[in-house]
């Protein structure tokens, strides 16, 4: 494969699933590299990218707002923490539905509850953090993690090859950018 988009995401896997969640997106050349590229209005997301990417970025939004849930002194970020679990792990659900019914997904199969390297990153600088910290970066990479969501479903949702994960990522999808916009709100009062 000449391109490859790969997950990048700083925060969550906001909204890819495995309950929905983070994702930067990257081409590179058959490489593994980590370059991240924007989203280009011509750009596609191919489906075992996206089944790779989802489950990964929805788990970290679980496991980073569950965290939130334990350390965070603010009541709007734990508000925030506990609709972000219950989003994501709806979506995970929603994701699983979809992979069964997909078309194309026979031989794919998702990363499964493993966090890949650069959730697995964020969440041990949030495990690390506490305090005021802990909310400034929970909030900074929930806000990356839902951009980076939003992009991932919005172009596999135009793009998707798989009649059913684009379904999913079309269904999936305002739920992210309601995501965003609250994590926003939450950004300008931390």
């Known amino acids: 494969m000449k391109m490859l988009l790969t997950m990048v995401a700083v925060a969550l896997t906001a909204v890819a699933l495995t309950a929905v969640a983070p994702a930067a997106l990257a081409q590179t050349n058959g490489t593994n590299s980590n370059a ?30 569950k965290l939130a849930e334990q350390k965070s002194a603010s009541a709007d970020v734990k508000a925030f923490a506990g609709q972000m679990i219950k989003d994501h792990t709806k979506a995970g659900e929603d994701f699983k539905q979809a992979l ?3 078309q194309t997904t026979a031989s794919i199969k ?17 495990k690390a953090a506490s305090g005021k910290a802990f909310d400034e970066k929970y909030v900074m990479m929930q806000t990356e993690a839902h951009k980076q969501a939003v992009a991932l479903f919005s172009t596999y949702a135009k793009s998707g090859d798989d009649p059913a994960l684009k379904e999913f990522a079309k269904k999936t999808l305002p739920t992210l950018k309601m995501h965003e916009k609250h994590v926003k709100e939450l950004g300008a009062a931390h």
């Open 36 to 65: 991240v590229a924007p989203m280009l209005p011509d750009s596609k997301v191919d489906t075992p990218t996206f089944v790779a990417t989802v489950p990964s970025a929805n788990e970290f939004e679980i496991q980073s707002s």
């Open 110 to 126: 998702p990363a499964g509850p493993a966090l890949q390297p650069k959730d697995q990153q964020m969440l041990d600088q949030l």
């Open 100 to 102: 069964s019914k997909g």
